[in-house]
């Protein structure tokens, strides 16, 4: 059996940002393995060189995970909200019955 090589779709700066672009490429089927220098992630560095991590993804899947970040990076995953903070989406469905 032969190892997968994972591939680097992204770097980003600071783990909440890391771990908003895994679940979402994880939602999609995409296994996500995030990688940041030791002394970064020990004392929680989120700036800098030592807060850089980096996202892989297996090579079998790189290219879909780059069309995703590039359609997260267009707004393509964001929802329009109402004035009171409603779900766009949402209410149009309500009214569609």
């Known amino acids: 059996m032969h190892a997968e090589h994972w591939e680097m ?3 980003v700066l600071g783990e909440l940002q890391a ?3 895994r679940g979402l490429l994880e939602a999609q089927g995409i296994p996500v393995t995030l990688i940041q220098e030791g002394a ?3 004392y929680g560095i989120n700036v800098g060189p030592l807060g850089e991590i980096q996202i892989l993804v297996p090579s079998s899947h790189s290219q ?3 069309r995703v970040l590039a359609d997260y990076n267009a707004g393509l995953f964001e929802t329009q909200e ?4 409603n779900d766009l989406e949402d209410t149009q469905d309500e009214g569609e019955d």
């Open 64 to 66: 879909r995970a780059r």
């Open 82 to 85: 109402d004035e009171s903070g």
């Open 19 to 21: 771990e908003l672009l």
């Open 40 to 42: 970064g992630r020990a």
């Open 9 to 11: 779709v992204a770097q």
